[in-house]
């Protein structure tokens, strides 16, 4: 049985199996958001997949966009048929990581190294398909070398982003200080312990927009229009 939060996409894996059939076809492009904490990512990815999917409506064998942030986890389960109580090891923003070493010990489930494997195999199949959005685990660093992966980087002033995490987690002041002081600290030694890389390298991302100073719904524009550009060219180099 397909976990909760994979059910609504249905309709895009049926799409993708039925392009899956065609001959020849472009190759879709797909994102990566990485974020610092309470930027607004998981809002802006859906409203960029919302975007998306308006320009392509009308289209018979279109394939609509699908946006995987903590689903991805469940996502991840399901293709290596690992038990969906495992989703709770797999944050990249687990704020206190249990060693690798004492977990096969005790045989309580794979290491954080083989679960971190296994999302790399889904991350990669997932951005090889396209029109998804991927957020955070590590995805722009794991599909940096794929050409038609659009790779961005959201922040924002810290004021901004605690405030945010107050209305979005309905959290206290005092609370919403720690969770993104905790979250933040916690991606960063995620993306340096599994994939040796600092996490705000500007180099690492296409774009980095501060959504304090643009929007969500701005930010989502720019995102989609860098999509809409990739796309084209794709399509360009596929004729």
Not at 15 to 31: C, D, E, F, W
Request: net charge neutral; hydrophobic share 45%; aromatic share 6%.
């Amino acid at each position: 049985m397909k976990a909760p939060l994979l059910k609504a996409f249905a309709p895009y894996m049926q799409a993708q199996s039925n392009l899956a059939s065609q001959a020849i076809r472009p190759q879709l492009p797909a994102v990566t958001i990485s974020r610092e904490t309470a930027a607004g990512a998981v809002t802006i990815a859906k409203m960029v997949a919302e975007r998306l999917d308006r320009r392509e409506e009308g289209y018979d064998d279109r394939c609509p966009w699908a946006v995987f942030d903590r689903n991805l986890a469940e996502k991840v389960l399901e293709d290596h048929n690992l038990p969906t109580k495992l989703k709770e090891f797999m944050p990249e923003d687990a704020i206190s990581p249990v060693d690798d070493v004492l977990e096969e010990l005790l045989g309580l489930h794979p290491s954080q190294w083989t679960l971190v494997q296994h999302t790399i195999e889904t991350v990669l199949r997932l951005a090889a398909l396209g029109n998804v959005v991927l957020v955070g685990m590590g995805a722009n660093l794991i599909t940096t070398r794929l050409k038609h992966v659009l790779h961005v980087r959201l922040v924002a002033p810290l004021d901004r982003r605690q405030r945010h995490a107050e209305q979005y987690y309905h959290l206290s002041p005092k609370d919403a200080v720690e969770f993104v002081r905790k979250h933040d600290l916690a991606r960063r030694r995620f993306v340096r312990r599994y994939f040796n890389s600092d996490i705000e390298d500007p180099l690492a991302y296409d774009l980095t927009i501060n959504t304090g100073q643009i929007g969500f719904a701005e930010t989502a524009r720019i995102i989609a229009e860098g999509v809409a550009g990739l796309k084209s060219r794709l399509e360009h180099k596929a004729a």
